[in-house]
């Protein structure tokens, strides 16, 4: 952003055609120290996160608590919750940016059961020991991709789930290629706005419409952020709200920040992250 030595390090592998159903983007993540206590916010992407480093601990942001400690390898569904998080070491981290149906075959499971949680891999059946002890050993970004690739191929193949039915709506809605009112895309799937509401909201957790404002705030964040590691679609997503005052108001609502104040942290920390804030 200005010429310093970013504190987050991110770097990108492709992601192999064959696994393109099932994962949108495959990242590692080190860190250069310590950041403190960041703010994760809402977030429309299953994830399925393999803790390297520092372990993580959590707790909601808008609730009193003690933080919890994160499994080191663990699916995350789908949020729409603003957390605390914090490590206890710089974070290192590899994350698997997962579509819906790819997190639905890992977890054999409808996304609705995901919401919120952070599941083992361990209680998925997913054998979490293998890649935990082959990514220690991997000594670049190149081979702990190859280690991730090679476990992901074994556990989705060995899946039953093969249809992937009202979960491409779902991703289409997700990665934005589907936007507009909930009746607009009943019309264009063919079924009824009831249909739709009772469909969609069985299989992903959420209803469309809160479906279509969560995604609608992943495109804001892309697009706001001075330097996101990751470049969303050329579609302004702000032509969405009626005004200036329902953007800030919806923004302020679901992530506990006003766009000024996530920009100005951006700026401050001079890190690519999206969902994830550090205090300026």
Known sequence: MDGRKPLVGLEQAPTPPDLAPF?????ERRD????????????PYPLLQLVIGADYEMRRARQTGPFAAVPRNALWGPTDLVWQARADGPV????VVLTHFGAAVLAQSSISNLIDRHIDV??????????????????????RTAVVVTWLRRALHSSDIRDQGDLTLADA??????????NALAQEVGLSTRTLQRRLTAISG?????????????????????????????????????????????????TSLSPSQYRSAKRANNDCLINTVYPA
Do not use: M, N
């Open 206 to 254: 959420w209803s469309p419409k809160h479906l279509l404002r969560v995604a609608r705030l992943q495109a804001v964040l892309h697009h706001i952020h001075p330097a996101p590691w990751e470049f969303a679609s050329a579609d302004e997503p702000l032509l969405e709200f009626h005004d200036h005052a329902h953007f800030a108001h919806d923004f302020k609502q679901l």
């Open 32 to 43: 250069a120290a310590p950041l403190g206590v960041a703010l994760g916010l809402p977030d």
């Open 92 to 95: 290192h981290v590899y994350c």
């Open 122 to 143: 361990d209680d998925l059946g997913l054998r979490g020991a293998d890649i935990r002890e082959q990514l220690s050993l991997a000594r670049s970004t190149h081979e």
């Open 23 to 27: 994962v949108r983007a495959l990242v």
């Open 173 to 182: 809605i997700t990665q934005g290629r589907a936007r507009g009112s909930v």
